[in-house]
């Protein structure tokens, strides 16, 4: 009857219901869990002390990127002699290569850190003096540049003895 004040009870859902939801939670984490597992980068089975000499396979990655790097410093130094770089913007690239070797070979991260940032973490004297010596001051210091030939060498340096 309409006006009534009688209550009426909740609708209840069947138990159905309930395990369907539940199954496609379950099904949800399991989707979430196989895509991290599939996806992550796969871990080393061999387990290596710490004083193990590094394998054949890092040391020649290691040695081509020396190699490749040599080849950029060595294209700076070309595009230098053929005019095509000015002596500011030759000791500028090589700055940006040095640091980005190093950043590559051992994890630094020298493409964002300062002149002092480097000393502070005491980094390889090599690089602490073509910085301070052959790149800041070319690209920060007024008048001429610095020539890029010695920046070039310096740069050799770095990528020959960085360990």
């Known amino acids: 009857m309409p006006g009534s004040d009688e209550l009426y009870p ?3 859902y069947g138990w159905g219901w309930i395990l369907l939801a539940i199954g496609i939670l379950v099904l949800l984490v399991a989707a979430a869990w196989l895509v991290a597992a599939f996806t992550r980068p796969r871990r080393d089975l061999t387990l290596r002390r710490a004083g193990d000499i590094p394998t054949l396979q890092t040391v020649d990655v290691l040695s081509q990127l020396r190699v490749e790097y040599l080849e950029r ?3 700076i ?11 500011r913007n030759a000791n500028l690239e090589l700055s940006r290569v040095v640091r980005t070797f190093v950043n590559e070979y051992s994890g ?15 980094v390889h004297p090599a690089l602490i003096d073509a910085v301070s010596r052959h790149y ?4 920060f210091r007024q008048g001429p540049s610095i020539d890029p030939l010695a920046g070039a060498e310096a740069a050799r340096t770095v990528v020959r003895t960085w360990h």
């Not at 130094?77 to 002596?87: C, F, G, I, Q, S």
């Not at 630094?108 to 005491?122: H, I, Y």
């Not at 800041?136 to 690209?139: G, N, Q, V």
């Open 73 to 75: 410093v060595q294209r």
């Open 10 to 12: 909740p609708a209840q």
């Open 108 to 122: 630094l991260e020298a493409p964002v850190l300062a002149l002092d940032d480097l000393r502070a973490r005491g």
């Open 77 to 87: 130094e070309d595009d230098y002699r053929a005019r095509t770089l000015t002596a």
């Open 136 to 139: 800041y001051p070319s690209i």
